[in-house]
């Protein structure tokens, strides 16, 4: 498999101890900064199919307020990265130069209503929806797509399942992939 090829694999039982483990040792890491911090993304949704990638969004008071603890985090293995989005901190870990986590830190105040939340519930609650994603994901792959193309592929659904989730919640439709 090459470095850009995506992987999509069953449902991994271990991956929620991952997240946990993740978590608690950002907390321990960072005493005070988190004021939430969540297990996100398909990895989260039990029994779906997903790029082995676990993802966590962490919610502080305001983004500056990570600065101090950046030391810290890089003692984990997380690593500020520039994405070009400016309403978060993106912090990678790559495991034996494979990326393994991903932290989104957000702040307090759009944490309700972040897409990426919302959508986790959605397809926890739907497990219909989440099957139907987990095939879109696979014929993605197998058509061979890169990374942006497999992201790029799933808009139109990952859209309307985060629409349709927060109508529900009474929340307007926002684009899922942020401005950048």
């Given at each position: 498999m090459s470095e850009s090829a995506i992987q999509?694999?069953?449902?991994d039982p271990s991956w929620p101890r991952q997240a946990a483990c993740a978590m608690n040792a950002l907390r321990a890491a960072a005493p005070g900064?988190?004021?939430?911090?969540?297990?996100?993304?398909?990895?989260?949704?039990?029994?779906?199919?997903?790029?082995p990638v676990i993802d966590l969004m962490a919610a502080v008071h305001g983004l500056t307020h990570a600065a101090p603890h950046q030391a810290a985090l890089a003692d984990l293995g997380f690593h500020p990265h520039d994405n070009g989005m400016t309403?978060?901190?993106?912090?990678?870990?790559?495991?034996?130069?494979?990326?393994?986590?991903?932290?989104?830190?957000?702040?307090?105040?759009?944490?309700?209503?972040?897409?990426?939340?919302?959508?986790?519930?959605?397809?926890?609650?739907h497990p219909e929806e989440a099957t139907r994603y987990a095939q879109l994901k696979r014929e993605i792959?197998?058509?061979g797509a890169g990374p942006g193309e497999y992201a790029r592929a799933k808009t139109a659904l990952v859209q309307e399942l985060t629409d349709r989730a927060r109508a529900q919640l009474g929340l307007p439709s926002v684009p899922v992939w942020e401005k950048q």
């Open positions: 999509v694999a069953d449902h900064l988190f004021v939430g911090i969540e297990h996100i993304g398909s990895t989260a949704v039990p029994g779906l199919a997903a790029k309403d978060r901190l993106l912090y990678v870990r790559a495991d034996g130069g494979v990326r393994s986590h991903v932290l989104h830190v957000v702040t307090l105040d759009s944490w309700p209503t972040r897409n990426q939340r919302i959508l986790r519930d959605h397809l926890r609650a792959v197998a058509a």
